[in-house]
């Protein structure tokens, strides 16, 4: 079916949009932790502005009448045989700069990391040329693989930034975009540093303000976020200065917080007590803060975490790389820490959600099981730690929604149609999926075939509220 161009779309091209139409398809989303909600055929009718207004099972009540409707004024759009439709993936930690770096430099640690292979690349952003050349790939990129709400850090400098945050806009991505603040002399090398702490804290507000008054940036489908870069790069003044401006503008935080054991040691020398604690201090630990990483936190960070409402950003790759620890998730949930799932391009080495997914699973096993073979069984492991793949799903949709606090993650009525199609029939890469009459694999196996094995080429199109933003109908 060929859909006309939204005409509201605020953005310089207009694009193809379901806003207006009723998608005929097979759904699956996980509202609950633990639950996956299917339904083989439903009528999904999205309004003029791209908010689901309302889900029709086959088999309920006015179901065929709506169907009928929709048919006959021409707003029906099916769903093409074996395709799946899901929400769109929210990925809560993502280095824009660092894409060019995606899948190398991963073999020393996060400190030497930072200033031999990171910083010199970020200090690249300087110029806008080279920062609008990666950030337009990186977000075709991330829309292609159904990410349709990214949090990023980008770097310390305006013109890179404003372009990041206009690109987003332009491609119709639902975001949040930080200027990295980062002052610290110590640990921040001179060509990479922000002059000081009223520099980073000036640029950190003159962003908000840009972002939030952005040309077709109305419905706040951009918005900035306050982005200490973490602890160690920032001097006590710019962290003061930062909470301050979260308490006025109300804008999100985000920053990295207990990652590895050379960063919370760190933090443990400079003020003898944890990243939470300090972070809460500085009045940096507000219900919309995202916390990257969090692989150390204690219980007693659990707790303040949860009752400050603030997130977790779980990035199980990078963590191989930069942790020295698996993230406790099931500990963390199980303290009432709301937890989504990050890619932390280039931490970890992959821009598809869907690896995060898989990654999240196999940490979660492995900290079940443990490592170290030379110890018995009994003794190896971490018991109950294990999550499942719909438990993972759950955490990359509505588990990152809801540590943003945003109408997304779920195909449900009120929530914004941010979804993607997955076609496990791609011809470049199809799934073995035997789903028909008498076949092998259930509902839930097919959803688990797709969180375990699906790949870019499987997802057909790409939508955010309503709009397709990448691959066509
Ligand atoms: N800590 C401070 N900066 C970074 C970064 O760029 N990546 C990761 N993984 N951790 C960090
Ligand atoms: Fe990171």
């Known amino acids: 079916m060929k859909l006309a161009p939204s005409p509201s779309a605020g953005q310089s091209s207009a694009m193809p949009t379901l806003s207006g139409k009723t998608l005929q398809a097979k759904v699956m989303h996980a509202p609950i932790r633990g639950a996956v909600d299917i339904i083989d055929r439903a009528l999904v009718a999205i309004d003029a502005d791209g908010t689901i207004a309302a889900v ?3 088999g309920d009540d006015g179901y065929g009448e709506h169907e009928a409707a929709a048919a006959r004024d021409g707003t029906l759009v099916a769903s093409p045989p074996d395709t799946v439709l899901l929400p769109g993936f929210i990925d809560l930690h993502i280095h824009a700069p660092q894409f060019p770096q995606l899948g190398k430099a991963l073999d020393v640690p996060l400190e030497v990391w930072l200033q031999t292979h990171t910083f010199p690349l970020e200090a690249r952003y300087a110029d806008p040329v ?13 829309l292609a693989n159904g990410t349709t709400t990214a949090v990023y850090f980008g770097t310390i400098h305006g013109e890179a930034n404003r372009i990041l945050a206009r690109i987003c806009l332009e491609k119709g991505q639902r975001a949040l975009v930080g200027k990295v603040a980062m002052d610290n002399p110590d640990e921040c090398p001179d060509y990479y540093r922000d002059p000081d702490a009223g520099a980073a804290i000036d640029e950190t507000r003159a962003f908000i303000e840009h972002v939030r008054t952005l040309p ?39 920053t990295h917080c207990s990652e590895s054991d050379w960063e919370h ?23 919309h803060t995202v916390l990257a990483h969090g692989a150390l936190l204690t219980p007693d960070d659990m707790t303040l975490i949860a009752a400050r409402g603030a997130g977790v950003a779980h990035c199980p790759l990078s963590n ?42 196999s940490a979660s096993r492995l900290l079940e099981e443990g490592v ?33 606090d945003l109408p997304v993650g779920r195909i449900a009525p009120g929530y914004r149609f941010d979804a993607i199609l997955v076609d496990p029939n ?17 509902p839930d196996d097919v959803l688990q075939k797709l969180v375990m094995t699906a790949t870019r080429a499987n997802i057909a199109w790409t939508a955010v509220d309503g709009r397709i933003v990448s691959g066509s109908v």
């Open 56 to 58: 029709h099972a086959e």
């Open 130 to 142: 080279f920062a609008a050349k990666v950030y337009d790939a990186l977000v075709a990129t991330l």
């Open 216 to 254: 077709g940036n109305t419905n706040g489908l951009v918005r900035p976020v306050i982005t200490p870069r973490f602890i160690p790069s920032c001097t006590d003044a710019c962290l003061d200065g930062l909470g301050q401006v979260a308490a006025e503008t109300g804008a999100a935080v985000q």
């Open 265 to 287: 040691g760190y933090v443990l020398d400079r003020y003898g007590r944890t990243d939470t604690r300090a972070l809460d201090d500085f009045g940096l630990m507000t219900r």
């Open 320 to 361: 191989v790389y930069f942790s020295n620890a698996v993230f406790p998730l099931r500990r963390a949930l199980e303290k009432g820490v709301r937890v989504g799932l990050g890619t932390d391009i280039s931490g970890g080495p992959s821009a598809s959600m869907l690896d995060s997914c898989r990654s999240a699973v």
């Open 372 to 404: 170290n073979p030379t110890v018995a069984g009994d003794m190896r492991g971490t018991p109950d730690s294990r999550i499942d793949f719909r438990e993972a799903f759950h955490l990359a949709t509505a588990g990152g929604a809801d540590v943003l």
């Open 426 to 442: 791609a011809a470049a890469a199809p799934l073995f999926i035997d789903s028909g009459p008498g076949g092998l694999d259930t």
